[in-house]
Structures are given as structure tokens and as C-alpha cells.
């Protein structure tokens, strides 16, 4: 979240899509009805079902699964056309003003200008700012040509103009099933918080993994971005965008690069085109890109202090100058590891060895029948878990006769980890909140912390190297592990290791600000650094008060970066450093102190005065909101266009030729097959939580088997008549891949769409259920997994697979 | 650690029930209140499922005795948590039966090749046996130079995939020691 939770109380207007808060985040949600009943905001939802957020709004939209980039672009030309935008921010605090270079092409033949036809892949040289003055190609300029008028042709403004010009009502309305009239009531409301252009209110857009599960997922969110930078919505109390994130500590997962193509502190991994430190930090540090006349931060200008801090703490003595800080320690990357690509690695035999923490990854699929016919072919199998689940289990899966599971050579090892009541260290929330939580227990029986099994099993690994050597160990044994238990390292040690020191005092930084590229500072993770000072732990502190009556809360855990809660909070005021609304000031230029103060810790340089036009997205290049993204920033195109999932009932009414993203890969094993309408998959089918449930996980857990017991497949009311299905009905849903099986749960909630003229149903399926849990083992359910129906296809950019919006057959069993 | 809320409670529901019996039940409700939480260790935690995090607390029983191991009684909201305000919803409220289930694992077993069941495995032989796969599997395909010599120092036959309830100490421990080993399969909950 750029806001917080706490912060949606502030807000005048809301819009909820791809994400159902009163359901799966219930207790944060209270702060949108608690906007509803203090502000008299508004809420409007837009969603395949009818859900219980939507009950609680102004307005219901219902839309068809995956058609988001199609309203959200009839949104932004809406605000056009009626010119409710926010002009000064736009032409202050955007690129909006800035040229593109000649040779650009938007996608009205679904093609930006560059596309291979071969490789699917874009030559993105021409999605670039045009330069005053020389430049170098494929580089951002250093001076960019731009006109505050935004009237030329060429402004990013014009171009955006141009490009949802395509967007029009009665084309939101063929593509996403939503009636022409009602999706003009709902832009209307939500842009009416800039009617006149005035800028006192705010609104905020919500959203969760309905909109990133997609294969054009990233695009989505670039274009809420794109409506908020337009209405000068991001920055100030009650606006933003909003990932309402699903797991308690994912937001601090990413933050720690638990993911292939990032190091700790979102640094990119080295490629192997960076032959050394310097190279990798040539290709990865900015230098700012901006009209000459203004300014602008680049904070990302201090890489290279954030990279060698980290090699420090990871390497300590052994990362020093004269070896490039160790920088041939860290793996070297040239292709995409990304999670669909375990498994498809693992199924052609590749990947030998998976160690699963806490992951269930053949539930979660997607296409779960291929990660289990992938764990067959590995050699050994480590899962840490609390509880028995379908990846330890994988040998014996429905379907796998004794004869096969004799066959099955993979050495599984099944090791009982610790509960959330049993682990002390930090979480972080949607917020970006580090919270510090304490053990109560000890774990259960034999089992141990995650951090012992994983250290003993590092350690062990590193004596073995130790005794008798093999390929390159020198980053094994050079590892720093200072900890005062090294089998099992105390949290707060690794904690205070994150948060970085001073080599030579031996102290705890107190920020970023002190990170140095010369080999004096360590530091695990950059964005953290602050977080444990010599002052102590920031995340353990408990002091709920709240000054400023915003929900800041300054004193209550820690926030990255800073303890700001409020991200690019500069923009919540005017050129001139005046909030834009003084009952919701975030910040504020102190004339008489030459500095920026303010309810909230000022994201910004805090003595840049208004004077020097610097931008407040200091995080950019460019110092300002991308409107437009130049360069390598996304794979499919500097703005979101609108494509057909992967599998989908109709052709794209923009361009049918070129329906889907021509960039999203997909994978060629046996096991990876797609469905279309020809082949008689005609319902578009998408996926869900309960507030009951979580993930696959409290099907262990009584209460919650009580409350919700078995899978469903919810059904409009319609479809059920068509097939002569009754609630209570055994129904299978089967897609390409796989089928499923459950109880039918006739409902309202969805009705029958009409898409560019073509009735399309829709249907929904819990994903909770599996084959081992207490009504699986007690054969109570088909012991099938929702994701087994699921298709391995991605989204270029975040590489998250397409989870939603999938084509499936219905009938009765 | 809040004794002015809970003296509130008590207090409050006496008098309701006082009026409604007819006859002065307070010290009794009271006594009832007080059995189980009254001496109980109160540890702030944080809600292990969605993204709001919301603050709990876990009581416990038997923390301060010699040769006693706490036991949960109670979970609830934690009320001065900024985001929930003592709140939980149906999932957080049963995380007590999630603390104290007989479903957990309780001890490391292995499943050998071609086997059709689960066998107990002492943890220092599971070490070791794990430590002697990886260090096999990484041996035997470590990628140090690639086809054009550029080095590269990669591990691609081994997989690491993380959870979303790991706690940050625990994920930083995983790149760590992961990238040190040169795996470029990371991945993470996160990703999905």
C-alpha cells in the first residue's frame, strides 16, 4: 500500500476492485466503513460476484473476470473528456508534460511500435522521452524535451488522450459486459472528486490479487496508478494505491527478495552480462531524467551504498575492494527462475531438489497436477510445515495407484516447523509495518524453530564443503554467521544484522542516510535500516497515539522506508508546498525553517525548497509520476492495454486479431495445455477466499472446518437452470488441464453477462479445499484441488500466473 | 496488562446479570471471569493469516513454575493494535485451535524412495542425509562459467520456495544462505 490501513478512514471515495476486504481482510476493513460513516464517502465496487464488500457499497458494478484494463482505461478518458483531472499536480508532479521521441506507435492493431514476431519479446527503443540536446540511445535523456502546456503532440499527455480515446463507453461496455449507462454512473461518481478540478478531496483505489493474477496483471495496477496520478490522488491521506496484500508478513517476503530476480531491499540480481560490481551497478543505478529546468532526487542514485552494504553483511571481511565487494559470490541470471518455472524445470527433469518452508506448492499450483507429476521426477523433497499437506503428500495423491507410488523414487523428508505463536522477529503488514511479535510457546513434540532447521541444514552443507571441498564454496564458507547460537540464530540478532552498523564503532545506523559505497557500513537490507538503532528495536514499539488524528500512529512499530506512512507524501501538497487539504496536511514546506515538516515523516528531501521543482517521486528517474513508462520499466508497453486472458470466450473487440498479450509466456510440456470456446470451454471461471478459511491451512483446524466443511462451486442461477442443476448438486468443473469436484451453490451473486453481443457465465470456486485436511482424510469431500484446473500462463512483468479468469465445462456428476 | 478494561468487564456484565436474576450473582460472575484469564502471561503476537496483521494476544498458563511448559488458555484481539482495535475475525478467533492442534507435526519423518509410508527419522540424521543431497545435487551440475565464459557462479538444479508466514529474520536467513549455495530458484508465497 502506498497509504495504510488505518488511513482509508480518511478518504472521500473508494474504489474496490480485484479484492474482496470485508471478507478476506475483515478487520481492516473497518477503516472504509468507518470513511462511510464519518466522511460520507463513497464506495463503489466493481466485481464478478456480488460479494460482501459490494453489499456495503453506493454502487455495484459487476464485470466480467479479466476485463479491468477496460474500464479503468474508459475511467481515465472519462476524466478527460469531463476534465475531472488534477491539472497542476498532473503538469507539476507527472511526466504528463514530458515529449516522446518520434517513432513511438500506440497499439491500435494491438501493437506497441518494436514488437519481434519471433522472439515475442519488444525492442523497446523507441518507448523512450525525447531528449534536449545529445542523448544516448536506450537510455533515458538527461534533459527531456516537454511543454506545461501539455498541447503538443507529442506530451505524454496527448498520447495518453489518444490512447484511451479507443475507450470508449460503448466499447467498455462490449468488452466488460457492464452496461453503458452504469459504467458512466460509476465514473462519474468516482471522478466527481475532482469536479471543477478542485483539489480538496481524495480518493483511494483498493485492490488485491483479483487484479495481479492475471497475464496482463502489472498493467491493471499501472493503469489505477496512471487514474490516480491523473486526479492527483496519490501522496495524500485517504488516496493511493492499494495492494491489500494476502499472507500477514508477504509484504515483507517481497521486501526481502524471497524471489529470483531481487536481492534484499528490492536490488535487482546481478545478469550475466554485468562481468563486475561496477558493471552491475553502471546497469542498475539511475541517473536522473528530467527537464533541465527542474529537479529531482533519484534516490536510487545511491545503489551502489545499498549493494556494497549488503555484500558486506553477507560476506563481512571476505567482500572487500579489491574482489568487487565479492560480487562473483552472488549468482549470475540470464533467463526467468520464476515460480511456474520451478516446476516446469523440475517436470523436464532439471531441478533435482526443491526445500519447501512453510509452501504448499502443489496446491497452490498453478496447474497442480503437473507440479505433482514434477515432484516425481526430483530426487529429494524437503518440506518444513505444521501440519500434513498435499506437497509431502504428492506420493500419494488421488489418482496414484500403490503400483505408482512404488515407482516414485524421490526422498521426501517431512520436518515439523514452528507456529506463528511459537517464533518471535518481525512481520510486516499491508503497510508497510514492521511488527515485532513475541513467542508464547514453545513448539509442539520434536518440533523446532524454522530458523534452527534451516540453519542446521546450512551448516551442515558448509562442514561438508569444509571436509572435503567441490564446486566453488568460497561464498559458503565465507558466509558471515556471527550469530551468538549459530544452529539457532537468535531473531534479534539477525534483526539488528538488517538493519545495518557502522563496521569501525561497531554501532547501529540509524538510516539509510548513513549507508556508505565504500566498504564501512553493512547493512542486510537497505529499506530496513532504521529499523533497529542504537535506540532499539523500532518494530517492538507499542505507542498507539495518534497526534494528528489520521491514523499515523508514528510511535507504533516501524514503517519502511523512514517510518513514513504515507509514500510520495510530498505530493499531498501544492507547488508552492501548501497541502492541498489543511484538515488531512501530511506535510509542509516550513518557510521560516527552510525544511519540510510535518504529521508524518516527509518522503522527500527535507530541505529541497518548492523553489528548486523537485519532483516528490523521488524513487523515479524522473522525480515525477510515470504516466508513461519509458524503456525496459514494464515488457508489453509504456501504457496498459486492454487483452483477452489467456483463455477467453471471445476475440478482443479492440483488436481481434491480436486478442491476447503477445508477450505472456506460456510453457509447451505435454501437461500444459489451454482451453478455447471451439473445444467446448465456454464458462469463464475465477477463484476465491472465504472469510472462513485460509489458504490450505485451516482445513486442519476444527473451528474452521465447523464454520465452512466442504468445497462448493458457486453457480448463477441461470447456468443451473440450463443444466438442470440444484443447489446441493454434485457438480465437476473440468478445464483444460484437469477436473474438479463439489457441491453446487446456486446463486444471485453472479449473473449471466452479455459480452460483445454473446451470453457468457461465469462461475467462482473457493480455493481452500485439497487432499489432506479433516474432512479430506476423513473422505468427507472428492479430495480435488482448485488449482488443479488452473493455467500455467503469466504476467510478463511480475511473472504471477494467471489465476483468475480461466475458461472451464460445468455439468452435473 | 490491561487491568482497566478487564476490571470494566467485570464490573459491567455483573450488574446486567444481578438485575436480570433477581439475586446478587456478581461475585460468582466475577470468580468465573477471573478463572481464565486472570493469571495468565499475556504475549502480543500477530495474527499469522491476511495482510492486515492484526494484533493478538496469546494468554498463557504455567510460564513462571519449575519443569513447566506455558500452556495456551486464550487468544484474542489485541485492543491497542492501531489496525484491528482488539478485533479478529472467524479466522483469528480460532487461532487458539490452531496453537493447540492434534493435526500437528510433531516429529521429522522421511519418505524413502519407492516407500508407501512415512518412517520417524531422528533430526540429526535428517541433517545429515539433507546436507549430503544438496551438496550432491549442487556438485554435480554448479554452472561456474557459461557458454560464452562469462562467470555466472549458478545453481540451477536446486529449488527454494518460502512461505507467508516465514518471519523476515527467517527470510533474510534464507537469502543468505540460498544465494550462497548459488540457487537461482528462490521463490516465495509472494509470487503467487
Given at each position: 500500500?502506498?497509504?495504510?490501513?488505518?488511513?482509508?478512514?480518511?478518504?472521500?471515495?473508494?474504489?474496490?476492485?480485484?479484492?474482496?476486504?470485508?471478507?478476506?481482510?475483515?478487520?481492516?476493513?473497518?477503516?472504509?466503513?468507518?470513511?462511510?460513516?464519518?466522511?460520507?464517502?463513497?464506495?463503489?465496487?466493481?466485481?464478478?460476484?456480488?460479494?460482501?464488500?459490494?453489499?456495503?457499497?453506493?454502487?455495484?458494478?459487476?464485470?466480467?473476470?479479466?476485463?479491468?484494463?477496460?474500464?479503468?482505461?474508459?475511467?481515465?478518458?472519462?476524466?478527460?473528456?469531463?476534465?475531472?483531472?488534477?491539472?497542476?499536480?498532473?503538469?507539476?508532479?507527472?511526466?504528463?508534460?514530458?515529449?516522446?521521441?518520434?517513432?513511438?506507435?500506440?497499439?491500435?492493431?494491438?501493437?506497441?511500435?518494436?514488437?519481434?514476431?519471433?522472439?515475442?519479446?519488444?525492442?523497446?527503443?523507441?518507448?523512450?522521452?525525447?531528449?534536449?540536446?545529445?542523448?544516448?540511445?536506450?537510455?533515458?535523456?538527461?534533459?527531456?524535451?516537454?511543454?506545461?502546456?501539455?498541447?503538443?503532440?507529442?506530451?505524454?499527455?496527448?498520447?495518453?488522450?489518444?490512447?484511451?480515446?479507443?475507450?470508449?463507453?460503448?466499447?467498455?461496455?462490449?468488452?466488460?459486459?457492464?452496461?453503458?449507462?452504469?459504467?458512466?454512473?460509476?465514473?462519474?461518481?468516482?471522478?466527481?472528486?475532482?469536479?471543477?478540478?478542485?483539489?480538496?478531496?481524495?480518493?483511494?483505489?483498493?485492490?488485491?490479487?483479483?487484479?495481479?493474477?492475471?497475464?496482463?496483471?502489472?498493467?491493471?495496477?499501472?493503469?489505477?496508478?496512471?487514474?490516480?496520478?491523473?486526479?492527483?490522488?496519490?501522496?495524500?491521506?485517504?488516496?493511493?494505491?492499494?495492494?491489500?496484500?494476502?499472507?500477514?508478513?508477504?509484504?515483507?517476503?517481497?521486501?526481502?527478495?524471497?524471489?529470483?530476480?531481487?536481492?534484499?531491499?528490492?536490488?535487482?540480481?546481478?545478469?550475466?552480462?554485468?562481468?563486475?560490481?561496477?558493471?552491475?551497478?553502471?546497469?542498475?543505478?539511475?541517473?536522473?531524467?528530467?527537464?533541465?529546468?527542474?529537479?529531482?532526487?533519484?534516490?536510487?542514485?545511491?545503489?551502489?551504498?545499498?549493494?556494497?552494504?549488503?555484500?558486506?553483511?553477507?560476506?563481512?571481511?571476505?567482500?572487500?575492494?579489491?574482489?568487487?565487494?565479492?560480487?562473483?559470490?552472488?549468482?549470475?541470471?540470464?533467463?526467468?527462475?520464476?515460480?511456474?518455472?520451478?516446476?516446469?524445470?523440475?517436470?523436464?527433469?532439471?531441478?533435482?531438489?526443491?526445500?519447501?518452508?512453510?509452501?504448499?506448492?502443489?496446491?497452490?499450483?498453478?496447474?497442480?497436477?503437473?507440479?505433482?507429476?514434477?515432484?516425481?521426477?526430483?530426487?529429494?523433497?524437503?518440506?518444513?510445515?505444521?501440519?500434513?499437506?498435499?506437497?509431502?503428500?504428492?506420493?500419494?495423491?488421488?489418482?496414484?495407484?500403490?503400483?505408482?507410488?512404488?515407482?516414485?523414487?524421490?526422498?521426501?523428508?517431512?520436518?515439523?516447523?514452528?507456529?506463528?505463536?511459537?517464533?518471535?522477529?518481525?512481520?510486516?503488514?499491508?503497510?508497510?509495518?514492521?511488527?515485532?511479535?513475541?513467542?508464547?510457546?514453545?513448539?509442539?513434540?520434536?518440533?523446532?524453530?524454522?530458523?534452527?532447521?534451516?540453519?542446521?541444514?546450512?551448516?551442515?552443507?558448509?562442514?561438508?564443503?569444509?571436509?572435503?571441498?567441490?564446486?566453488?564454496?568460497?561464498?559458503?564458507?565465507?558466509?558471515?554467521?556471527?550469530?551468538?547460537?549459530?544452529?539457532?540464530?537468535?531473531?534479534?540478532?539477525?534483526?539488528?544484522?538488517?538493519?545495518?552498523?557502522?563496521?569501525?564503532?561497531?554501532?547501529?545506523?540509524?538510516?539509510?542516510?548513513?549507508?556508505?559505497?565504500?566498504?564501512?557500513?553493512?547493512?542486510?537490507?537497505?529499506?530496513?535500516?532504521?529499523?533497529?538503532?542504537?535506540?532499539?528495536?523500532?518494530?517492538?514499539?507499542?505507542?498507539?497515539?495518534?497526534?494528528?488524528?489520521?491514523?499515523?500512529?508514528?510511535?507504533?512499530g516501524w514503517a519502511w522506508p523512514m517510518n513514513r506512512r504515507v509514500l510520495y507524501n510530498r505530493a499531498s501538497c501544492d507547488v508552492s508546498g501548501k497541502p492541498w487539504d489543511q484538515s488531512r496536511a501530511l506535510v509542509w514546506w516550513n518557510e521560516g525553517q527552510k525544511k519540510w515538516v510535518g504529521n508524518d515523516v516527509p518522503d522527500f528531501k527535507p530541505d529541497s525548497p518548492p523553489e528548486d521543482h523537485m519532483g516528490p517521486f523521488i524513487m523515479n528517474a524522473e522525480g515525477v509520476g510515470r504516466i508513461f513508462a519509458p524503456l525496459g520499466a514494464f515488457a508489453d508497453g509504456p501504457f496498459?492495454?486492454?487483452?483477452?486472458?489467456?483463455?477467453?470466450?471471445?476475440?478482443?473487440?479492440?483488436?481481434?486479431?491480436?486478442?491476447?498479450?503477445?508477450?505472456?509466456?506460456?510453457?509447451?510440456?505435454?501437461?500444459?495445455?489451454?482451453?478455447?470456446?471451439?473445444?467446448?470451454?465456454?464458462?469463464?471461471?475465477?477463484?476465491?477466499?472465504?472469510?472462513?478459511?485460509?489458504?490450505?491451512?485451516?482445513?486442519?483446524?476444527?473451528?474452521?472446518?465447523?464454520?465452512?466443511?466442504?468445497?462448493?462451486?458457486?453457480?448463477?442461477?441461470?447456468?443451473?437452470?440450463?443444466?438442470?442443476?440444484?443447489?446441493?448438486?454434485?457438480?465437476?468443473?473440468?478445464?483444460?488441464?484437469?477436473?474438479?469436484?463439489?457441491?453446487?451453490?446456486?446463486?444471485?451473486?453472479?449473473?449471466?453477462?452479455?459480452?460483445?453481443?454473446?451470453?457468457?457465465?461465469?462461475?467462482?470456486?473457493?480455493?481452500?479445499?485439497?487432499?489432506?485436511?479433516?474432512?479430506?482424510?476423513?473422505?468427507?469431500?472428492?479430495?480435488?484441488?482448485?488449482?488443479?484446473?488452473?493455467?500455467?500462463?503469466?504476467?510478463?512483468?511480475?511473472?504471477?500466473?494467471?489465476?483468475?479468469?480461466?475458461?472451464?465445462?460445468?455439468?452435473?456428476? | 496488562?490491561?487491568?482497566?478494561?478487564?476490571?470494566?468487564?467485570?464490573?459491567?456484565?455483573?450488574?446486567?446479570?444481578?438485575?436480570?436474576?433477581?439475586?446478587?450473582?456478581?461475585?460468582?460472575?466475577?470468580?468465573?471471569?477471573?478463572?481464565?484469564?486472570?493469571?495468565?502471561?499475556?504475549?502480543?503476537?500477530?495474527?499469522?493469516?491476511?495482510?492486515?496483521?492484526?494484533?493478538?494476544?496469546?494468554?498463557?498458563?504455567?510460564?513462571?513454575?519449575?519443569?513447566?511448559?506455558?500452556?495456551?488458555?486464550?487468544?484474542?484481539?489485541?485492543?491497542?493494535?492501531?489496525?484491528?482495535?482488539?478485533?479478529?475475525?472467524?479466522?483469528?478467533?480460532?487461532?487458539?485451535?490452531?496453537?493447540?492442534?492434534?493435526?500437528?507435526?510433531?516429529?521429522?519423518?522421511?519418505?524413502?524412495?519407492?516407500?508407501?509410508?512415512?518412517?520417524?527419522?531422528?533430526?540429526?540424521?535428517?541433517?545429515?542425509?539433507?546436507?549430503?543431497?544438496?551438496?550432491?545435487?549442487?556438485?554435480?551440475?554448479?554452472?561456474?562459467?557459461?557458454?560464452?565464459?562469462?562467470?555466472?557462479?549458478?545453481?540451477?538444479?536446486?529449488?527454494?520456495?518460502?512461505?507467508?508466514?516465514?518471519?523476515?529474520?527467517?527470510?533474510?536467513?534464507?537469502?543468505?544462505?540460498?544465494?550462497?549455495?548459488?540457487?537461482?530458484?528462490?521463490?516465495?508465497?509472494?509470487?503467487?
Open positions: 500500500m502506498t497509504n495504510g490501513w488505518v488511513d482509508i478512514k480518511n478518504t472521500d471515495m473508494m474504489l474496490i476492485m480485484g479484492g474482496n476486504p470485508a471478507e478476506n481482510h475483515p478487520c481492516g476493513f473497518k477503516w472504509a466503513i468507518e470513511a462511510k460513516r464519518q466522511r460520507n464517502a463513497k464506495m463503489i465496487v466493481v466485481d464478478p460476484r456480488h460479494t460482501r464488500t459490494a453489499a456495503t457499497s453506493d454502487m455495484y458494478v459487476q464485470i466480467r473476470a479479466g476485463a479491468d484494463i477496460a474500464f479503468l482505461g474508459g475511467v481515465i478518458r472519462y476524466a478527460i473528456e469531463n476534465q475531472r483531472i488534477a491539472k497542476e499536480y498532473l503538469v507539476n508532479f507527472t511526466n504528463a508534460a514530458f515529449l516522446v521521441q518520434e517513432g513511438f506507435k500506440l497499439p491500435e492493431d494491438g501493437l506497441y511500435s518494436g514488437f519481434d514476431e519471433a522472439s515475442k519479446t519488444y525492442d523497446r527503443s523507441s518507448w523512450n522521452y525525447e531528449a534536449r540536446g545529445s542523448s544516448t540511445p536506450n537510455t533515458l535523456p538527461g534533459n527531456v524535451a516537454f511543454d506545461v502546456t501539455l498541447e503538443h503532440p507529442r506530451s505524454v499527455y496527448q498520447l495518453l488522450k489518444q490512447q484511451y480515446s479507443r475507450y470508449t463507453p460503448e466499447m467498455v461496455e462490449r468488452i466488460t459486459g457492464i452496461p453503458k449507462d452504469e459504467f458512466l454512473k460509476a465514473a462519474d461518481l468516482f471522478t466527481s472528486v475532482r469536479k471543477d478540478g478542485d483539489m480538496k478531496k481524495a480518493a483511494t483505489i483498493i485492490y488485491a490479487v483479483g487484479w495481479t493474477q492475471h497475464s496482463f496483471g502489472t498493467q491493471i495496477i499501472r493503469a489505477a496508478a496512471m487514474l490516480q496520478l491523473l486526479l492527483g490522488n496519490v501522496g495524500r491521506a485517504g488516496g493511493g494505491v492499494n495492494a491489500l496484500r494476502g499472507h500477514s508478513n508477504i509484504q515483507g517476503a517481497t521486501d526481502m527478495a524471497g524471489l529470483y530476480d531481487s536481492l534484499p531491499g528490492y536490488l535487482k540480481i546481478p545478469s550475466v552480462d554485468d562481468k563486475d560490481f561496477d558493471a552491475w551497478m553502471k546497469r542498475t543505478t539511475p541517473t536522473a531524467s528530467k527537464p533541465a529546468e527542474w529537479d529531482s532526487f533519484n534516490y536510487y542514485s545511491n545503489t551502489p551504498k545499498f549493494a556494497v552494504s549488503l555484500l558486506k553483511a553477507l560476506y563481512g571481511p571476505a567482500a572487500n575492494k579489491e574482489n568487487s565487494w565479492a560480487f562473483d559470490y552472488l549468482p549470475k541470471i540470464d533467463r526467468e527462475y520464476s515460480w511456474t518455472h520451478i516446476w516446469d524445470d523440475m517436470y523436464e527433469g532439471k531441478v533435482k531438489g526443491l526445500l519447501a518452508f512453510g509452501m504448499n506448492g502443489v496446491a497452490i499450483g498453478p496447474n497442480s497436477q503437473k507440479n505433482i507429476d514434477a515432484l516425481k521426477k526430483a530426487k529429494f523433497l524437503v518440506v518444513c510445515d505444521i501440519y500434513p499437506e498435499e506437497t509431502s503428500d504428492f506420493w500419494r495423491a488421488p489418482g496414484i495407484t500403490p503400483e505408482e507410488t512404488k515407482a516414485i523414487q524421490t526422498e521426501v523428508y517431512r520436518l515439523p516447523g514452528a507456529g506463528f505463536a511459537e517464533k518471535d522477529g518481525t512481520f510486516v503488514n499491508s503497510a508497510r509495518w514492521l511488527q515485532w511479535k513475541w513467542a508464547a510457546v514453545p513448539p509442539p513434540g520434536d518440533a523446532k524453530l524454522d530458523q534452527e532447521i534451516l540453519s542446521r541444514i546450512f551448516l551442515k552443507v558448509r562442514e561438508l564443503y569444509r571436509k572435503e571441498g567441490g564446486a566453488f564454496h568460497d561464498p559458503i564458507l565465507n558466509l558471515t554467521w556471527n550469530y551468538s547460537i549459530a544452529e539457532n540464530p537468535p531473531l534479534s540478532e539477525v534483526a539488528k544484522e538488517l538493519n545495518g552498523r557502522a563496521l569501525d564503532t561497531g554501532q547501529q545506523l540509524p538510516g539509510f542516510a548513513a549507508l556508505k559505497d565504500d566498504g564501512s557500513t553493512s547493512s542486510g537490507n537497505w529499506i530496513w535500516c532504521g529499523s533497529w538503532t542504537e535506540a532499539g528495536s523500532m518494530a517492538q514499539r507499542r505507542d498507539n497515539a495518534d497526534p494528528s488524528g489520521l491514523g499515523i500512529h508514528p510511535n507504533w496498459p492495454e486492454f487483452y483477452e486472458p489467456a483463455e477467453s470466450p471471445v476475440e478482443n473487440a479492440l483488436h481481434p486479431k491480436r486478442s491476447k498479450n503477445p508477450v505472456a509466456s506460456r510453457f509447451s510440456t505435454p501437461m500444459d495445455k489451454y482451453g478455447t470456446p471451439a473445444d467446448g470451454f465456454t464458462i469463464v471461471c475465477t477463484t476465491y477466499r472465504l472469510t472462513e478459511h485460509y489458504h490450505y491451512w485451516t482445513k486442519n483446524n476444527p473451528m474452521n472446518v465447523q464454520l465452512v466443511p466442504e468445497p462448493f462451486v458457486e453457480i448463477p442461477v441461470q447456468l443451473a437452470a440450463d443444466l438442470g442443476i440444484k443447489g446441493g448438486d454434485k457438480v465437476k468443473v473440468t478445464s483444460a488441464r484437469a477436473s474438479y469436484q463439489a457441491k453446487a451453490m446456486v446463486t444471485h451473486r453472479i449473473k449471466p453477462m452479455t459480452i460483445d453481443g454473446k451470453k457468457v457465465y461465469q462461475i467462482g470456486i473457493p480455493i481452500h479445499y485439497g487432499y489432506r485436511g479433516i474432512q479430506e482424510d476423513a473422505g468427507r469431500t472428492a479430495r480435488s484441488l482448485t488449482n488443479s484446473l488452473t493455467p500455467t500462463v503469466l504476467d510478463p512483468n511480475a511473472h504471477t500466473p494467471e489465476f483468475k479468469g480461466f475458461l472451464v465445462k460445468l455439468e452435473k456428476v | 496488562m490491561n487491568p482497566t478494561r478487564r476490571s470494566f468487564m467485570k464490573v459491567g456484565s455483573g450488574a446486567i446479570v444481578a438485575t436480570a436474576l433477581g439475586f446478587d450473582v456478581k461475585t460468582a460472575y466475577a470468580q468465573a471471569q477471573e478463572l481464565k484469564i486472570a493469571k495468565t502471561t499475556e504475549t502480543r503476537s500477530t495474527c499469522p493469516y491476511c495482510a492486515v496483521a492484526c494484533g493478538v494476544i496469546i494468554h498463557t498458563l504455567g510460564d513462571k513454575a519449575k519443569n513447566v511448559t506455558a500452556q495456551v488458555v486464550h487468544v484474542e484481539g489485541d485492543p491497542d493494535c492501531p489496525t484491528n482495535r482488539g478485533t479478529l475475525c472467524p479466522k483469528g478467533s480460532s487461532l487458539y485451535h490452531d496453537i493447540l492442534n492434534d493435526r500437528r507435526l510433531l516429529r521429522p519423518e522421511v519418505r524413502h524412495p519407492g516407500s508407501d509410508r512415512w518412517e520417524p527419522i531422528p533430526w540429526d540424521q535428517a541433517f545429515e542425509e539433507i546436507g549430503r543431497h544438496i551438496k550432491s545435487a549442487r556438485d554435480e551440475s554448479f554452472v561456474a562459467t557459461d557458454a560464452r565464459g562469462r562467470t555466472v557462479n549458478r545453481c540451477e538444479n536446486i529449488a527454494f520456495i518460502g512461505g507467508c508466514t516465514d518471519t523476515n529474520e527467517f527470510n533474510y536467513l534464507v537469502v543468505k544462505t540460498m544465494r550462497s549455495l548459488g540457487l537461482a530458484f528462490i521463490e516465495n508465497q509472494a509470487r503467487v
